[in-house]
């Protein structure tokens, strides 16, 4: 099982980006989707998921961010608007299997400048 997130960048404040995560192999509804994010020095920190048509946020981002995933269930999305500068991180994508078996993609970084 691999995990490919892509569409990190540099944006401005403001701004917005999406980024994606290729799953590969089979998948399930009931797989739990979800992105993370991690800054040097810090822990890696939860950011929303999504699992069948219920999604989650960290409150530092809702209203904001967007997770969604493709009907082919192999790709999930992040769309992130109103860009702030905290917002720069790593962003993890990760897969959590009903049996609990957990993947993480290998990061993307975005950088939001102010």
């Known amino acids: 099982v691999q995990l490919q997130a892509s569409g990190g960048g540099l944006v401005q404040a403001g701004g917005s980006l999406r980024l994606s995560c290729a799953v590969s192999?089979?998948?399930?509804?009931?797989?739990?989707m979800a992105w993370y994010r991690q800054t040097p020095g810090k822990q890696r920190e939860f950011v929303a998921s999504?699992?069948?048509?219920?999604?989650n946020y960290a409150d530092t981002v809702k209203g904001r961010f967007t997770i969604s995933r493709d009907n082919g269930l192999n790709t999930v999305y992040l769309q992130m608007n109103r860009l702030e500068p905290e917002d720069t991180a790593v962003y993890y994508c990760k897969r959590t299997r009903r049996n609990g078996v957990y993947y993480w993609g290998q990061g993307t970084l975005v950088t939001v400048s102010s």
């Open positions: 999504i699992m069948r048509g219920d999604t």
């Open positions: 192999g089979s998948t399930s509804s009931t797989d739990v």
